[in-house]
Every structure is written in C-alpha cells, then in structure tokens.
C-alpha cells in the first residue's frame, strides 16, 4: 500500500514536494512545521501541536494502520509544509469510517497541495478498505480545507452551530463533511 511512496507532488506556484508517510527522523522537522502554524489555527486541532512531547508521542507510536501520518516534504529545503493524517479505529461500529485532518504551511496554502494530498489520501483509504471519510472543519478557520474536500465531492452531512470556540471565546460552526469511497477508481 504505502510501496509507491514517496512521490512527488507539484504545488500550483511549481514547488516540488515529497509525499511521503511521516518516519520516526521527521520528529524535528514536524515541531517546526507546527510552531509556523498560526496560534489560532492550532487551537482548533484535536491535541496541542505545539507541544514537542505531543509529537514526540505520534513519533513514538506509528502505526500506520491505526493513524497514517502523511507529509509534504519541500524537496528544495526538507522542511515540512503541509501534513495529513487518516484516523481509523481497529475494532467495533466504526471500524470503516476514517477520519482525516490536514493542515498546511500558510506560505503554501492556494497552491493545491492540501487538494492534492487530500486526493491522495482518498485513494489509500479505500485500499485500507475504509467505506466513509469524515472530516471536521471549523467555520472561518479552515475555509480552504473545506473547498478542497467540498471539490473532491465531500458533502456537508451535518453542520453543529456555535459548538467550538477559539481561544477569545468566541463561538464558531463545526461542519461536518463526508465522503463515501468507492470500491475502486472505475467507481469514482
């Protein structure tokens, strides 16, 4: 599954960038990566990405089956620019359903990588034998993570007024968006 990676993948502006699973070296570049986010962006992840010793505990525990870590490595520099992650849970009602969260450098953001990748990850999730992917978006913050899932035919199943707030207490929409995989690409 993972054998054709990494690849190369093409930004709009023509950055080059490595596609490839995250390894346990990437540890530093990832906090890197992390620390160029803007504060309010991370805010709205799932655990603190700022924390070296978050990351140090993805690194620790890789297991593709259960979280893919995917990066966009610059192949210019080696710097991270954009990353992915498929969550799946290994046992019960939702076994086939994976969920996916993504975040791009903002020096590379409009430029497709997110799409791209977001693309790619479709493709290793039905080969994972995942039957739905969910993601869940914030409104007024991750506005171009919601048109690249929307282009890849996402649909907005559910949308949860007022439900998260950013670190000024303010209230925004969680949106939540669906995508039903095919079995293969003739399907799709």
Do not use: C
Not at 23 to 29: C, F, K, T, W
Not at 49 to 63: A, E, F, H
Not at 97 to 115: E, K, S
Not at 116 to 144: I, N, Q, R
Request: aromatic share 10%.
């Amino acid at each position: 599954m993972l054998d054709a990676y990494p690849k190369v993948i093409i930004s709009k502006d023509g950055t080059a960038a490595l596609l490839r699973p995250l390894v346990p070296e990437d540890e530093g570049a990832l906090n890197d990566f992390f620390s160029r986010i803007p504060e309010n962006e991370r805010w709205f992840r799932k655990e603190n990405v700022s924390d070296p010793q978050v990351v140090r505990r993805w690194i620790r525990n890789l297991d593709y089956a259960v979280v893919l870590r995917m990066v966009a490595v610059k192949e210019a520099d080696g710097r991270i620019i954009a990353s992915l992650s498929l969550h799946r849970r290994s046992f019960g009602y939702l076994s086939h359903i994976g969920y996916i969260r993504i975040m791009v450098d903002p020096a590379y953001r409009a430029q497709r990588l997110g799409t791209w990748m977001l693309l790619d990850m479709v493709k290793l999730a039905m080969e994972m034998g995942v039957e739905k992917l969910v993601a869940e978006l914030v409104a007024g913050v991750e506005e171009a993570a919601l048109h690249a899932a929307h282009k890849l035919d996402f649909f907005k199943e559910a949308v949860l007024h007022d439900y998260v707030k950013d670190p000024e207490g303010r209230s925004h929409d969680l949106i939540i968006m669906v995508k039903t995989l095919h079995r293969d690409w003739s399907d799709f």
